[in-house]
Antibody, heavy 117, light 109 residues
Framework: QVQLVESGGGVVQPGRSLRLSCAAS????????MHWVRQAPGKGLEWVAL????????YYADSVKGRFTISRDNSKNTLSLQMDSLRPDDTAIYYC??????????WGQGSLVTVSS | EIVLTQSPATLSLSPGERATLSCRAS??????LAWYQQKPGQAPRLLIY???NRAPGIPARFSGSGSGTDFTLTISSLEPEDFAVYYC???????????FGGGTKVEIK
């Protein structure tokens, strides 16, 4: 069965960096683009970034462009999100998400990132 | 950029009642619209894709309809486990990014 397991969340000071990882299994990782989606406490869902299956194409929400970098290691079935220059409004649960057509059919359990001094 | 507007923000209903949730897009998304259910402390779960197709394992009481800019998620008879927040979502073509509506909370009356 499909599993997406995020790791790397935690508490970080404003301006610092954090790297999230997502270990994927149960499907052919190398043939799927992958998303990161986040959810601030008590708020709705916000798309963050997308990477193509071959890692050539990367897209970012305006709110994170220039600060976050999405990447993947197809040899290890791993998706990553490098988050630099973190701000308090980046505080959220970050979900790794597998697309299917125009929707997301599988989500990870989420990794909480708290940006606070 | 396509904006998705969900209404109402909160729906207060009793178990057994019918729930009707709306999602309106700022421009046509054809039939490329999905619905998700999210319960506290859990990740979202896909209910409906391509406007009207139930995802595997989703009960028949959930149905989706609409095309273009106006979409509806209907829960024919609310079960206790259906009280949750529901989000609609669409994917743009260029670039292929996701957009979510603000959510509708279905709460027990």
């Amino acid at each position: 069965q499909v599993q997406l397991v995020e790791s790397g969340g935690g508490v970080v000071q404003p301006g610092r960096s954090l790297r999230l990882s997502c270990a994927a299994s149960g499907f052919t990782f190398t043939t799927h683009g992958m998303h990161w989606v986040r959810q601030a406490p008590g708020k709705g869902l916000e798309w963050v970034a997308l990477i193509s299956d071959d890692a050539i194409n990367k897209y970012y929400a305006d709110s994170v462009k220039g600060r976050f970098t999405i990447s993947r290691d197809n040899s290890k079935n791993t998706l990553s999100l490098q988050m630099d220059s973190l701000r308090p409004d980046d505080t959220a649960i970050y979900y790794c998400a597998k697309p299917s057509g125009s929707c997301v059919d599988y989500w990870g359990q989420g990794s909480l990132v708290t940006v606070s001094s | 950029e396509i904006v998705l507007t969900q209404s109402p923000a909160t729906l207060s209903l009793s178990p057994g009642e019918r729930a009707t949730l709306s999602c309106r897009a700022s421009q046509s998304v054809s039939s490329y619209l999905a619905w998700y259910q999210q319960k506290p402390g859990q990740a979202p779960r896909l209910l409906i894709y391509d406007a009207s197709n139930r995802a595997p394992g989703i009960p028949a009481r959930f149905s989706g309809s609409g095309s273009g800019t106006d979409f509806t998620l209907t829960i024919s008879s609310l079960e206790p486990e259906d009280f949750a927040v529901y989000y609609c979502q669409q994917r743009s073509n260029r670039p292929p990014v996701l957009t979510f509506g603000g959510g509708t909370k279905v709460e027990i009356k």
